[in-house]
């Protein structure tokens, strides 16, 4: 039990260092000294119904967290969310950061058809969108997504996949 708290713990810190790097080195201009929410989003590449699904996590100031995914692309499309609170440490890191903002390559050459990640800052009435899908390997923000997505327990994950099964299997049935 204390071997896996210290496991936690040291895992915490070193997310906390990651995002603080990220954060700082992907300052361009103008800055933000509070966020409210941290939302990562992730769309699976552009594939017929029902195999295309969309996830996404919201992280509030507080620690309330929303884990929300859905089999389409919209529209009819049901969205399943569950809620979970964040680890008081992580949240505590999160709110002790700086945050720059970030400009996102939005000029690059956008993928068509493929998968794509992105993570907004939301504070006030601004926000920045950091686009992981497009971001240099060294920038540090697939690393960031990747931390994010291990914050969601993996029984909500479980949960909400089970039901993106379900739906697969009764949209592929009323086809037939």
Request: net charge positive; hydrophobic share 30%.
């Amino acid at each position: 039990m204390i071997i896996s708290n210290m496991i936690k713990t040291v895992s915490i810190l070193k997310t906390a260092l990651l995002i603080l790097t990220v954060f700082v080195t992907a300052s361009c201009s103008g800055f933000m000294s509070k966020w409210d929410y941290v939302e990562y989003e992730f769309h699976s590449a552009t594939t017929p119904p029902p195999t295309h699904y969309e996830i996404r996590l919201k992280i509030a100031a507080g620690g309330e967290c929303e884990y929300s995914l859905s089999p389409g692309y919209g529209g009819d499309s049901p969205v399943w969310t569950e809620s979970f609170r964040a680890p008081q440490d992580f949240i505590s890191k999160l709110k002790s950061l700086k945050i720059n903002n970030y400009k996102t390559p939005g000029e690059r050459e956008r993928r068509i058809g493929g998968s794509t990640e992105h993570i907004k800052i939301i504070s006030g009435n601004k926000t920045v969108l950091l686009d992981v899908t497009n971001s240099p390997e060294n920038s540090g923000l697939k690393e960031l997504a990747e931390t994010l997505r291990k914050l969601v327990p993996e029984e909500v994950k479980s949960r909400l996949m089970s039901k993106r099964e379900e739906y697969m299997t009764e949209f592929t049935r009323k086809q037939k």
